[in-house]
């Protein structure tokens, strides 16, 4: 049976048509996420919604349509996360083409993390890899007291999860303590930054610095 929206109150209609519409915004916001696990779970949002609009108003093409994609979203999600992801740090060349091309492509975001540039000349500079793709640069000093001051720590948009920062400054990952550090230290004023090292239990000292024990 097909429902005669004619016969409804406007109340009702109108109710009807934001749930649609709130379904249709959802799933077009979707596409303007840089991480595809949030993509996935917008999208299914955006997907559920829909369908249910779709049922409301008897649609079924529709609401099957939207119900496959829904269940699509939810299998790639169960994929990405059961699926072991291989996490590297690399030395980066500072002199090279790639690590060249790096620092410009990403200039403009990079210059919010340090706007000098200057972090080429750290003591350390690596290239987080993830699933053998490239995902980002850290750069970083060391102290004798086993202390690395972090210079950058940039991740391109594509791995911004908070996977990589949970898994490289953790004791989970070897790397770090068998170079002899314990403790992260950094600073920033850029509020997407503070956020992320909230996340990764970076704890903000009254001196301005955020601090990582492993």
Known sequence: MILDLSQLSDTTRILLEVIGYIGSAVC?????????KKLRI????????????????WALPIALMNFIIAI???YQLHKMHKFNEAFDLMPASVDGAYFKWFVERYRDELKTFDESMTFDNAQHVLYYVRDNEVAGVL????????????RIDFVIPKYRDF???????????????EAGIHKFVTKTTNPIHEIYLKRINFKHHQSGEWVKEI
């Not at 750069?139 to 972090?150: H, I, S």
Request: charged letters at 15%.
């Open 28 to 36: 077009v916001a979707s596409f303007a996420m840089t991480s595809v």
């Open 42 to 57: 917008v999208n299914c949002t955006g997907a559920i919604i829909s369908t249910i609009y779709a049922l409301l108003i």
């Open 72 to 74: 699509l979203d939810i």
């Open 139 to 150: 750069a970083y000093d060391t102290k004798e007291n086993g202390e690395a001051d972090v």
């Open 163 to 177: 996977q990589l920062g949970n898994y490289f400054f953790n004791a989970r990952n070897p790397f770090f303590k």
